[in-house]
């Protein structure tokens, strides 16, 4: 197809400002690695919700450090979620490539592959949409993410700020609703009960599907 040479220049400037405009407007990680985040794309957008129905947006939040968390829940959330977090860069291209393959059996995009720091990137920072738009910001937040924090930190804020059933974020939260106790107290089995929640905190509620919950945890033990 013929492109006239007048356009060419215009077309590459407009093309050198979208650029600049994608990265410029990327959030500034650098100060997760000092302080957690006040607030979450997510949990605004659960207050917006919570707005619009006349309810209260009161949420629990209560983040915590890495040391006063059971380590059998840190393992347990890796164990779950993202079981090549401390091999992989941000991205688990085996994990996605599995994933597309199991989408074109099937014939419909479901499966994502996420990685823990994936995860954070849209909770922290996106929408639940599955845009390319939306999934090209993840990739490029990840990037940032995994370049500015440690593995360690990166496992802590996403520990603190995932949801864990109504108006619940951050495992500290979680511990205290579903167990009565801090998180630092949970034992390998109520941790692993924890990371069977993650996928879908409505799904795999305790309290109203103790069978769903108890059968994912119990894998989620193995694994560990």
Do not use: C
């Not at 291209?93 to 014939?107: P, T």
């Amino acid at each position: 197809m013929f492109f006239p040479r007048r356009f060419l220049v215009p077309a590459l400037l407009v093309l050198l400002a979208a650029a600049a405009a994608f990265w410029l407007t990327l959030p500034d990680v650098r100060p997760l690695a000092r302080e957690f985040p006040r607030t979450t794309a997510f949990m605004e957008r659960k207050r917006t919700e919570l707005r619009r129905q006349g309810q209260a947006a009161a949420l629990d939040y209560r983040p915590v450090p890495l040391r006063l968390v059971s380590p059998f829940l840190a393992r347990a959330v890796v164990a779950a979620e993202d079981a090549r977090f401390y091999e992989h860069t941000g991205m688990d291209w085996e994990a996605i490539r599995g994933a597309l393959a199991k989408d074109w059996q099937n014939k419909r995009l479901k499966r994502g592959g996420s990685t823990v720091t994936q995860q954070l990137a849209k909770n922290l920072y996106l929408s639940p949409a599955r845009t390319p738009w939306r999934k090209l910001r993840e990739w490029a937040i990840v990037g940032r993410l995994e370049r500015a924090l440690s593995k360690a930190r990166i496992l802590e804020l996403y520990m603190n700020v995932i949801e864990f059933g109504p108006r619940t974020y951050g495992v500290e939260a979680a511990a205290r609703r579903y167990f009565h106790k801090p998180a630092s107290a949970l034992t390998a089995r109520e941790a692993a009960t924890l990371a069977a929640m993650i996928p879908s905190p409505r799904l795999y509620d305790p309290a109203r599907n103790p069978a769903r919950v108890g059968r994912r945890a119990a894998r989620i033990l193995r694994g560990m």
